[in-house]
């Protein structure tokens, strides 16, 4: 059963950065397609970002093209999302979220998910 566990995240001022982690035990990510979402207080979870399963490939919400990048590493069974230039509207829970299939093909049916991290940014 595979498990997965976010951290990285805290409260950031705007402009600042941040990177959060995905840590899988259980299996190999190699088998899976790691996305991340968020969910802000009062909205519904959006999809963030993506990485197929062999880490050629990666998808971004419009909100976040060319402030986020989300790359895997394999020797520690970990996917990460480095966020900069964070803005308000970046605040929420963010969940990571593995399917077992090879490409992305956007942000539904995902099988596992984490517990998620706080991300709040804030002056």
């Known amino acids: 059963q595979l498990q997965l566990v976010e951290s990285g995240g805290g409260l950031v001022q705007p402009g600042g950065s941040l990177r959060l982690s995905c840590a899988a035990s259980g299996n190999t990510l190699d088998y899976y397609v790691i996305g991340w979402f968020r969910q802000a207080p009062g909205k519904e979870r959006e999809g963030v970002s993506c990485i197929n399963r062999s880490g050629g490939r990666t998808n971004y919400a419009d909100s976040v093209k060319g402030r986020f990048t989300i790359y895997k590493d394999n020797a520690q069974n970990t996917v990460y999302l480095q966020m900069n230039s964070l803005k308000p509207e970046d605040t929420a829970i963010y969940y990571c979220?593995?399917?077992?299939?090879?490409?992305?093909?956007?942000?539904?049916?995902?099988?596992?998910w984490g517990q998620g991290t706080q991300v709040t940014v804030s002056s």
């Open positions: 979220a593995a399917a077992a299939r090879v490409y992305c093909s956007g942000y539904n049916s995902y099988d596992y």
